[in-house]
């Protein structure tokens, strides 16, 4: 693997028969933040295995709330609520907001869009 990964594993003898199993932790530690691929080889008599990595940045903590109040509203009127996209990772995240059931009286927006630790991207939700 490349300099990110390391790779631990406790050596059992000097073959492992046919049927055996060698474990082995993958452990990531990244310079910087952006994505990194390496690849696991494994050599034996029967042929060689390569076995690709992949490690790349995630959003930490997102907090989504689990219900909005929206309060009470006449006939009529309109009455809002929001939420924040943000994350701690000095990273560009897109994301992508898909309404399972479309109601003609809920307004979501931005549907799309990016943020990171710098640039929170608020989400804000009409209803009507």
């Known amino acids: 693997p490349s300099s990110d990964f390391c790779v631990q594993y406790s050596k ?3 073959m492992l028969a046919p ?12 310079k910087s933040w952006e994505y990194k691929h390496g690849e696991i080889r ?3 008599a029967g042929g060689n295995l390569r ?30 609520t929001s939420f924040t996209l943000k994350c701690r990772v000095p990273v560009i995240f897109e994301f ?3 309404e399972l059931d479309i109601n003609p009286y809920f307004d ?3 549907k799309a869009g ?4 710098g640039s929170p991207s608020r989400i804000t939700i009409n209803f009507t």
Do not use: M
Request: hydrophobic content about 35%; charged content about 15%; glycine content about 6%.
């Open 51 to 80: 076995i690709p990595i992949h490690a790349y940045p995630v959003v930490s903590r997102v907090k989504l709330p689990k219900t909005l109040d929206l309060g009470c509203c006449l006939s009529g009127e309109s009455v809002q």
């Open 96 to 98: 992508k907001i898909t």
């Open 42 to 44: 494994i050599h034996s």
């Open 19 to 30: 049927g055996l199993i060698q474990e082995l932790t993958v452990l990531y530690k990244p």
């Open 12 to 14: 059992k003898g000097t």
């Open 114 to 117: 990016t943020f990171t630790s």
């Open 108 to 110: 979501v927006n931005p």
